[in-house]
């Protein structure tokens, strides 16, 4: 049976409007259909009742991964049937895909599109906008989407703290920023126990964390946007860019994450 928690289930239940007793605007027929197509015959092992309780028996029944599968292609379906849908809709269908990459296992590293994603669940509107001008330039502008990796991370922290109740005073430099980010969070290195499993590996790669905020900072200060610069200054090429935007990402979502599950 999957292990999908009772608050997740009341959000795909309101996204697909399950109270009423249907699953989105399916009838029995292609209801059926649909699970078909994921391999699943609905009928003849939960063909009683409602379609809401065939798919509620559905995912007591089944494992994580095929319910993931099958949850996953509901809100692909709700998405083309709804392409106007408000912000909030839009973002209860977002919190449903965050659900479903847990059920189904998916750990890839994080991408700009995953802090985009977070984002939205924050209403970080701009954040989002970050996001959006370094996708759009990483390929034909990359001195853009180098300078805005490092506006991302700033951005990310000043949002945090802000939901925290710490809002940030002044304009402090990204490394004592992140650095009070990480204290709020409690991810100092020195804040991990000292008998902790693998507290040294902890705290190494912490304290790379900071590295990684510092390299963006000297990045963007050689060759992103935000400083004039010598007018033979060579541009860095895509690939480059597109490792600020990784590491940003990276850092972003780890940041975000914690924050949301503290």
């Known amino acids: 049976m999957s292990d999908l928690k009772s608050h997740e289930k009341r959000i795909f239940e309101s996204l697909f409007g399950m109270r009423s007793g249907y699953?989105?605007?399916?009838t029995n027929a292609s209801f059926a259909a649909f699970f078909r197509e994921?391999?699943?015959?609905?009928?003849s092992h939960y063909g009683t009742g409602s379609k809401a309780n065939r798919?509620?028996?559905?995912?007591?029944?089944?494992?994580?991964?095929?319910?993931?599968d099958v949850l996953d292609g509901l809100v692909r379906y709700w998405g083309s049937c709804n392409p106007n849908a408000g912000a909030d809709e839009v973002r209860q269908a977002e919190r449903c895909s965050l659900i479903v990459q847990r059920l189904t296992g998916q750990s890839a590293n994080p991408s700009v599109a995953d802090v985009r994603t977070i984002a939205r669940l924050f209403d970080a509107a701009y954040i989002d906008q970050q996001v959006k001008r370094i996708s759009d330039s990483v390929d034909n502008d990359p001195e853009l989407a180098i300078g805005t990796a490092k506006e991302l991370v700033e951005s990310c922290c000043r949002t945090i703290l802000e939901e925290r109740g710490k809002p940030v005073q002044g304009k402090p430099e990204i490394p004592a920023l992140t650095k009070a980010t990480m204290k709020e969070l409690r991810l100092v290195p020195e804040g991990v126990p000292e008998?902790?499993?693998?507290?040294?590996?902890?705290?190494?790669?912490?304290?790379?964390?900071g590295t990684v905020v510092q390299g963006l900072a000297e990045l963007?200060?050689?060759?992103?946007?935000?400083?004039g610069k010598e007018g033979r200054t060579r541009s860095l090429k895509p690939r480059h860019a597109k490792l600020a935007a990784g590491a940003a990402a990276t850092l972003v979502t780890f940041l975000f994450e914690t924050h949301k599950e503290r």
């Open 55 to 68: 798919l509620r028996a559905f995912w007591e029944a089944e494992p994580n991964e095929r319910v993931g």
């Open 220 to 227: 963007r200060g050689l060759y992103g946007t935000g400083h």
């Open 38 to 43: 994921h391999g699943v015959d609905i009928d």
């Open 195 to 209: 008998g902790a499993k693998g507290c040294e590996i902890i705290r190494r790669l912490l304290s790379n964390l």
């Open 23 to 26: 699953v989105l605007d399916f």
